[in-house]
């Protein structure tokens, strides 16, 4: 489905359910906040979730998937995806829910807790690379260069990324090439990527985060480096719970204790040998932090409320 925003700007609303058309009332909503580059339609263990009775809710955000990209003069910072999380869950209707965010979508997740808090209950932040200027892990020359873009219009600073990230596109989202830009080559994410169903999941996030060219990866790391988050760790107020894993070549350990430092209710849990895909293993662990014994009515209809749309045909 996609949201018409009170801008007019639409984005693509994905739902994991049971149902075939809106979950139900007694099901628990969790908040999925892809990685970049990703898309909404991914689900780490469709068999976990189901089994925590969970409905997982995503947003691609501008640029990717089926979302409209980034108007020209916006950035698209991270709050600003927050933010378009938080309107379709005003629009829902729904008690404090469960948010998770991957990768950079660790970002979106603490920033919608930060700057809503009446909307989110717990937070899971998953493999979340912390700002580049307190723990490095931008390569040198990439950074070079994104300080240049740093002087431009938002639409040419993003035309300039989409045009450099324009090599990283691949032919074919299902092989290893396009595979390890999500994924740490080196560590256990290799037996990750053998298990079954998760080559095909990632691969098709891959096609989707794609569809608009680069537009959403350009969007994305604009508005991570170039802009203010538009929110702070220590005004996060969920019960947050860090987990990361120890051979991650891109947010590593290092990373977690930064952000553990400064939320003020965090829990750091490192699974040994993962890498960048840890939130596989540990997708379980991540389900039962977001999902308490107590039941959240996230649903008050049984059907989608105004303001949704059905995607047109391809």
Not at 15 to 34: D, G, N, Q
Not at 115 to 136: H, M, S, Y
Not at 167 to 175: M, Q, R, T, Y
Request: aromatic share 6%; charged share 25%; net charge negative.
């Amino acid at each position: 489905m996609r949201f018409v925003l009170d801008s007019g700007r639409r984005i693509a609303v994905h739902l994991t359910s049971t149902r075939a058309l809106w979950p139900a009332a007694e099901e628990r909503l969790i908040v999925f906040c892809h990685s970049a580059p990703g898309a909404g339609s991914f689900d780490p263990d469709p068999a976990q979730t189901k089994a925590s009775k969970a409905t997982l809710l995503s947003v691609d955000r501008p640029g990717y998937g089926r979302s409209d990209p980034v108007p020209a003069g916006r950035w698209s910072i991270v709050a600003c995806a927050a933010d378009d999380i938080a309107a379709v869950l005003d629009n829902i209707g729904v008690e404090p829910v469960g948010v998770v965010g991957w990768s950079a979508g660790g970002r979106v997740a603490l920033a919608l807790a930060a700057r809503r808090p009446d909307l989110v209950e717990r937070v899971a932040v998953i493999a979340t690379p912390a700002p580049d200027d307190a723990v490095p892990w931008i390569d040198p020359h990439q950074r070079e260069e994104l300080q240049r873009l740093c002087a431009l219009a938002p639409e040419d600073a993003h035309e300039a990324l989409a045009l450099s990230l324009g090599a990283v596109i691949p032919s074919d989202p299902f092989s290893d090439e396009a595979l390890w830009l999500v994924a740490a080559e080196g560590t256990s994410d290799k037996a990750a990527l053998r298990s079954p169903g998760v080559r095909n999941r990632l691969g098709e996030m891959l096609r989707a985060a794609f569809a608009q060219g680069a537009a959403g990866l350009a969007a994305d790391i604009a508005g991570y480096c170039l802009q203010p988050w538009g929110f702070e760790p220590e005004e996060v107020e969920a019960k947050t719970l860090l987990l990361y894993g120890s051979r991650d070549p891109v947010a590593g350990p290092a990373h977690a204790r930064w952000w553990q430092e400064r939320i003020p209710d965090a829990r750091l849990e490192v699974a040994p040998d993962a890498g960048h895909l840890v939130l596989l293993p540990m997708w379980s662990r991540a389900l039962a932090h977001l999902t308490p014994e107590r039941v959240v009515t996230a649903f008050p209809e049984r059907r989608p409320p105004a303001g949704f749309e059905e995607f047109p045909a391809a």
